[in-house]
């Protein structure tokens, strides 16, 4: 566990490279401060259904925030372009080659899960644990842990994990996937069919999935966990 926040470098074969860094470690009400955020990461802006934030206090969505810069970035990368993602982190570096659409998709991932959104919000990323994902596997395997790491911090006293009831999960994921949905309906205000979109589209698809057949996931999820 680190203190240390990735840094991202996207290099594009063209020769273009893109430098990102990991969302601030911020409360919603502080993304008031942060300059230059696009108009789509207002809070009133498309606000979930679900959202329980008062714009009148909080200025921006701090979901849409962490990734505006990301967003921004990838206005005209096309999907199917094969990109490098260095990732420099506690003094390492690592290279991933792959597109551009499964690049955004792992960075959407990691960046909404640092935003302090009610639904998006993982707190393992809050504690600086870095789980990149980058197939569904991975991504099975994040939101499971962050349901049980949320129930841990919810019981009182030692948990039980026999307690655990299980279908929350589909009401968990439910609230994720709206949250996503309304991420994407802003999104879509500013950018057009690239690699966010389809990246953001993926995310819901897989979101959507893991909440209608959460049984079956929670299944596959012990398999790989526990063999």
Known sequence: ????L??????LDDGRIIE???PARI???EWASIPNLPEW???SYHQCSNCPLDEK???RCPAAASVADLVQNFTEVISFEKVDLVITWTKQKYTVRDSAQMIVFALLVEFVSRAKCPYLFDPSADKGFFILCLDIDQLLYRFF?????QHHFLSSGEPDPHAVNWHHFQEYMGGIRIALEGLLARMQAYCREDANINALTGFISVS???EEHWDESLRLFKDKTFG
């Not at 842990?145 to 790491?149: A, E, P």
């Open 27 to 29: 409360m919603p009400v």
């Open 145 to 149: 842990s962050s349901f049980l790491i």
């Open 6 to 11: 990735p840094h991202y470098q996207i290099r």
């Open 1 to 4: 566990m680190s203190s240390e």
């Open 41 to 43: 990461t207002r809070l």
């Open 20 to 22: 990102l860094s990991s």
């Open 57 to 59: 206090r909080i200025e």
């Open 208 to 210: 959507k999935l893991l």
